[in-house]
């Protein structure tokens, strides 16, 4: 009879103990699956994550890419804060000479902006005399240029784009025989009627409101004539304050329209040139505008 008992308390110890153990190992099986599922699922939530992040990144890039294009057409370079080529201008006997160099002494390279690889844009003290010219190139950084200046006092602006180099357009002095004027002290009067006519052709300047800090649409009605061809588009426009310090030079929206856009951060009195070739020649039509 005792016998008996023992082998009954022994088979049930197995029992017992075969059924912990198959519940401990259901147990982790049901564990292990939990945590596989678990991170699976946030393997799979980060990535999804990430790759909304890198998505929204791409869109945003792209949308930069779309507004701040290779070549906005606006050259007053204000991004750069600081000047990586320096650039010279005398002029002598007829000859405007451009000398530039980066900060290693050597002639930096220039990329090609609409067809020409150097705009220089000459202004008079008195903001009358208007000149945009093309210097040809001379190897090690030099451009000339033959055009007669009056005896008077300019500001010379070289209008270029130099690869991998940071470059602020800056009005350059230049002082042409004894007696010359001075930028100092000049007053411009605000045009109010914005309708030039020069060689018989009309053009009428329309702006949306002219504040700071704003996109501006500049519209330049030219009466039903449309403009040649020139420099790649059809128009051009420069922008100078009156101290003939803030620089800025627009191209057309778009291949098709005299339209231009650009904006003002300071308010203030402008001049504005409006470049347009009829019969094969370019006029330069002037408006004085006011930015409040």
Known sequence: MKQKNMLTWAISA??????????YTVYAILDS???HTDTHTATTNGNEEKESINEQAHNDNHASQRSDG???GLSDHVAHSENEVVTNVKYENGLITIDMKDKDQNPPELEISHEKIMH???VSADLKEYYHLHPEEKGNGMYTQKFD?????YKVFVDIKPKNLAYQVSPIEL????GHGEHEGNSLKVDTNLTKTINEKTVELTTTELGI??????SFDTKGITPEPYLGSLGHVVILDDKGEKFVHVHPT??????FETKFDKPGIYKVWGEFKFDGKVNSYPFVIEVK
């Open 14 to 23: 197995i029992v017992y103990l075969g059924l912990v153990i198959g519940g």
């Open 33 to 35: 699956n939990k945590n």
């Open 70 to 72: 290779e070549d906005s």
């Open 120 to 122: 220089l844009i000459i």
């Open 149 to 153: 200046l009056s005896e008077n006092s």
């Open 175 to 178: 002082h042409v025989g004894k």
């Open 213 to 218: 800090n704003k996109n501006v649409t500049l």
């Open 254 to 259: 778009s291949e098709e329209k005299t339209v």
